[in-house]
Structures are given as C-alpha cells and as structure tokens.
C-alpha cells in the first residue's frame, strides 16, 4: 500500500505534464495532419526515447546541475526559442500538405535530440528527480517507480496528440482550411516560446 501512494502523485504529476500542450504535442499533432498517424510514428518514438534519456539523466543526479547553475536552464531556454521559432515560421508558412518545399516532418534523430534543450522536459525531469527521490524507499525503487510513471505518460500523451491531429485531417480538405490549421499550429508554438521565456 505504502508503493501505491508513492506512485499515485508520481503517476498523477507524469500525466498532468505530459497531456498538457507542449512544444512536442505540438509537433506531433501538425505532422500527424498533415502527414497522418503513421508517418508520425517515428516521432512519436523520438519523443518517447529523447524524453526518457533526459529524465534517467536526472534520476542519475545530473539534474541537479540546473539547480546549481539556473543559468544553464536559461542556456537551453534561448537554443529552444530559435528552435521553435524557427519550426514555427516554417509551419505558418506551410500552405499545403503535399509541396515538398514547405515544412517537413522532424525525423527521429532530430525531434530525439530536440529533448535535450526542450525546456519543459528538462524542467518535468529535474522536478521529477527532486520532488520524487525522497529516500522514502531505495534509490533503485524510487527510480524504477517514477521511470514506469513516465514510460505510460509519455508514450500514451503521443500517441494521443498525433492522433488527435490525425482526426483533424478530415477538416483540413480545402487550401483555405490548411492555411488556417498551420497558422493557429505556428501560433500556437509562439504561445510556448512565450511561455518558456517567462
């Protein structure tokens, strides 16, 4: 019993941070319309394995560094911010889902490595490994514990997002429509930007 109440708000925290919008759901949710669910697989995994590399970084302790050196978080915030500015004004300008020439869709390797300076992560992560490794079992449980927590969030908030998008593809078949989907999408990166910054 005294595991179940460990892992309850672990589990809780996991799902609360991983459903709410983010630069990956985002991403995730644009390429699965226009792309569709398949296709968006790779990045779901990318998330799903960059996301997860970052957070046994912190159970090893390594977060711990961003609590020392807040300046390091403010590092990852302004390569994050031109990251996603960047994606974002690809997205805004996107005015269909077919021409080669507008934006692609992130493949593993980069939406992976994307993880690593993805500030909400790393924040989800060093606030998972302070708030949770509390000594109240061994380390090893506690790490296991808040890992599984995480294993379920991560994957299940993915493929909820992509297919999220996916269903949204129905509604995005006319040009007027597509434009209007990829400008909101774009925006709606801004909106992170924005909430990264402050």
Same mark, same amino acid.
């Given at each position: 019993?005294?595991?179940?109440?460990?892992?309850?708000?672990?589990?809780?925290?996991?799902?609360?941070?991983?459903?709410?919008?983010?630069?990956?759901?985002?991403?995730?949710?644009?390429?699965?319309?226009?792309?569709?669910?398949?296709?968006?697989?790779?990045?779901?995994?990318?998330v799903f394995?960059?996301?997860?590399?970052?957070?046994?970084?912190?159970?090893?302790?390594?977060?711990?560094?961003?609590?020392?050196?807040?300046?390091?978080?403010?590092?990852?915030?302004?390569?994050?911010?031109?990251?996603?500015?960047?994606?974002?004004?690809?997205?805004?300008?996107?005015? @269909?889902? %077919?021409d080669s +020439?507008? #934006?692609?869709?992130?493949? $593993? !390797?980069?939406?992976?490595? =994307?993880? /690593? *300076?993805?500030?909400?992560?790393?924040?989800? @992560?060093? %606030?998972?490994? +302070?708030? #949770?490794?509390?000594?109240? $079992? !061994?380390?090893?449980?506690? =790490?296991? /514990? *808040?890992?599984?927590?995480?294993?379920?969030?991560?994957?299940?908030?993915?493929?909820?997002?992509?297919?999220?998008?996916?269903?949204?593809?129905?509604?995005?078949?006319?040009?007027?429509?597509?434009?209007?989907?990829?400008?909101?999408?774009?925006?709606?990166?801004?909106?992170?930007?924005?909430?990264?910054?402050?």
């Amino acid at each position: 019993m005294d595991y179940f109440y460990f892992a309850l708000p672990v589990f809780i925290f996991a799902n609360v941070t991983a459903f709410t919008p983010g630069p990956n759901n985002i991403i995730l949710s644009t390429t699965a319309v226009k792309y569709g669910f398949t296709n968006t697989i790779p990045q779901i995994f990318g998330v799903f394995f960059g996301y997860l590399s970052v957070l046994t970084i912190c159970l090893f302790g390594l977060g711990k560094i961003f609590l020392i050196y807040p300046s390091l978080y403010w590092v990852i915030k302004i390569l994050s911010s031109i990251f996603l500015l960047y994606l974002s004004y690809k997205i805004f300008t996107s005015k @269909s889902f %077919s021409d080669s +020439s507008d #934006f692609k869709p992130l493949s $593993f !390797s980069q939406i992976f490595f =994307f993880q /690593i *300076i993805n500030p909400k992560g790393v924040m989800v @992560s060093v %606030s998972a490994s +302070s708030l #949770f490794l509390e000594g109240q $079992f !061994s380390y090893q449980l506690e =790490f296991i /514990i *808040i890992f599984l927590c995480f294993v379920f969030s991560t994957l299940t908030s993915g493929i909820t997002w992509a297919l999220i998008g996916h269903y949204f593809q129905k509604f995005t078949n006319d040009h007027k429509k597509i434009i209007i989907f990829n400008r909101i999408m774009a925006l709606a990166l801004v909106a992170c930007i924005i909430l990264i910054i402050v």
